[in-house]
């Protein structure tokens, strides 16, 4: 428990600053850029991670919704009860992630539909001979062909939305105290440490995404979604009464609806 509690304080200190906050934004995009100028004019050699088939993406990335929901849907729910005590708040708060998922839902299907209507199934990745009768991205892959079209890094996309959301329920962090003895402090410090560990993977394969993937107006309107549904939310809707609210960021509450706002 002690070494878990470390690594607790090494996240808080890290992740829950206003400072990160502020600035994760712009280092995404400047990382991405960064990233993206590298691959146009001098590319790194492949390495393990530049496979797609690498376990971080498989396993977290392709799913990399499900992970930041499964994990956030308790740490925003005990941490809320902890500091309001009333359900009604905590499942007002927990409506962000529904929020989310309609967002990562209706980007998702807009890229897809982007790709589909923009793109054409070719013999060759070279683009040589077009095949007229594929007229899908499936069809064109079941017939052994190869589909090119403006694809939106989905990637890009998810990894700053998920990175950014995760930061912003983490400010609650501020507010919540508990030692040993309390009953809910083993399970906040698991989900605080392991909602840490997936921001640093979120983040990194964002940069990997950046220096091995996709082309850079690709990755540029991907990650803008991702800003989009950040910015949107936490910094727009969530402000307004009618809302899931910000976490907690007063510790005189007062279980007030009226709370959740900055």
Request: with cysteine; net charge positive.
């Amino acid at each position: 428990m002690e070494h878990l509690e470390r690594c607790e304080w090494f996240l808080r200190w890290t992740l829950v600053r206003a400072a990160v906050r502020r600035y994760l934004p712009w280092a995404l995009v400047s990382s991405m850029l960064a990233g993206s100028f590298l691959k146009e004019f001098s590319p790194l050699p492949e390495s393990y991670l530049s496979n797609k088939r690498n376990v971080l993406n498989v396993y977290f990335v392709k799913v990399a919704w499900a992970w930041t929901f499964c994990l956030l849907l308790p740490f925003i729910a005990l941490t809320n009860y902890y500091l309001t005590g009333k359900a009604s708040l905590v499942l007002r708060r927990l409506s962000t992630l529904l929020v989310g998922t309609a967002i990562w839902y209706i980007c998702t299907a807009l890229f897809s539909n982007i790709e589909h209507y923009t793109g054409n199934c070719y013999h060759s990745p070279a683009l040589e001979g077009l095949r007229k009768e594929c007229q899908s991205k499936q069809h064109c892959h079941r017939e052994g062909g190869f589909w090119h079209g403006f694809d939106i890094s989905g990637h890009s996309f998810l990894l700053t939305f998920c990175a950014l959301m995760i930061v912003e329920e983490m400010a609650v962090l501020h507010e919540v105290k508990t030692d040993r003895s309390h009953c809910l402090h083993t399970a906040i410090t698991t989900l605080v440490v392991a909602l840490g560990f997936l921001t640093f993977i979120w983040v990194w394969m964002f940069l990997c995404t950046a220096v091995y993937f996709h082309d850079v107006s690709q990755k540029v309107f991907g990650t803008l979604f991702g800003l989009l549904g950040w910015y949107g939310t936490y910094r727009f809707w969530y402000q307004k009464s009618f809302s899931p609210g910000l976490p907690p960021q007063s510790s005189s509450l007062n279980l007030k609806q009226d709370s959740y706002k900055k």
